[in-house]
T-cell receptor, first 110, second 117 residues
Framework: EDKVVQSPLSLVVHEGDTVTLNCSYE??????LLWYKQEKKAPTFLFML????IEKKSGRLSSILDKKELFSILNITATQTGDSAVYLC??????????FGDGTTLTVKP | EAGVAQSPRYKIIEKRQSVAFWCNPI?????LYWYQQILGQGPKLLIQ????????DSQLPKDRFSAERLKGVDSTLKIQPAKLEDSAVYLC???????????????FGPGTRLTVL
């Protein structure tokens, strides 16, 4: 059975801190790993990673994939209160199946 | 570009009643997903359609849940009869045709929060 595990489950930081969120996976026929941000209800897309060692970056957020060790990290630098959300990791297989982790709840305090 | 539309946004029902949710995906998206998200957990796939055919419904509790996607566009998910443990947010998502990396990005609707009393 495909499995995606995120850690930590929750995290509380202060504005300006840097955070690292982790996602490890065990799936058959890996194709891609995606990070989503979920505020209120609907998850919104952040990054898609398909190749090892290539960092994806968008402003203060960045992510990298290690296909050998089967994990990905999402970094957020200089956190702001608007970064408070649940961050979801999802892994897609070549069979077109998506498996989500349970997410990391990030709270950024002023 | 209009996003994924869902209705209703909230629904409260008594156990053993029935309920239906509606989803209209982004225009041109061939793949449609229904997820159940229980508080504190990640989305769990209930059913995945490719156009109007079912790709994966292995986690759909078929004794009480049903879904259809007539004409390969909008979709309805029904629960009959509802149980207390069905209380959750039901998310609909869509993606481009199920081939290639572009299809891996899913676009989610606002969800329906179901409370079963």
């Amino acid at each position: 059975e495909d499995k995606v595990v995120q850690s930590p489950l929750s995290l509380v930081v202060h504005e300006g801190d840097t955070v690292t969120l982790n996602c490890s996976y065990e799936v058959t026929n890996f194709r891609s790993l995606l990070w989503y941000k979920q505020e209120k209800k609907a998850p919104t897309f952040l990054f898609m990673l398909t190749s090892s060692g290539i960092e994806k970056k968008s402003g203060r957020l960045s992510s990298i994939l290690d296909k050998k060790e089967l994990f990905s990290i999402l970094n957020i630098t200089a956190t702001q209160t608007g970064d408070s959300a649940v961050y979801l990791c999802a892994v897609n297989t070549n069979a077109g199946k998506s498996t989500f982790g349970d997410g990391t709840t990030l709270t950024v305090k002023p | 570009e209009a996003g994924v539309a869902q209705s209703p946004r909230y629904k409260i029902i008594e156990k053993r009643q029935s309920v239906a949710f509606w989803c209209n995906p982004i225009s041109g998206h061939a793949t449609l997903y229904w997820y159940q998200q229980i508080l504190g957990q990640g989305p769990k796939l209930l059913i995945q359609f490719q156009n109007n055919g079912v790709v994966d419904d292995s986690q759909l509790p078929k004794d009480r849940f049903s879904a259809e996607r007539l004409k390969g566009v909008d979709s309805t998910l029904k629960i009959q009869p509802a149980k207390l443990e069905d209380s959750a947010v039901y998310l609909c998502a869509s993606s481009l045709d199920w081939a290639g990396y572009d299809s891996d990005t899913q676009y989610f609707g606002p969800g329906t929060r179901l409370t079963v009393l």
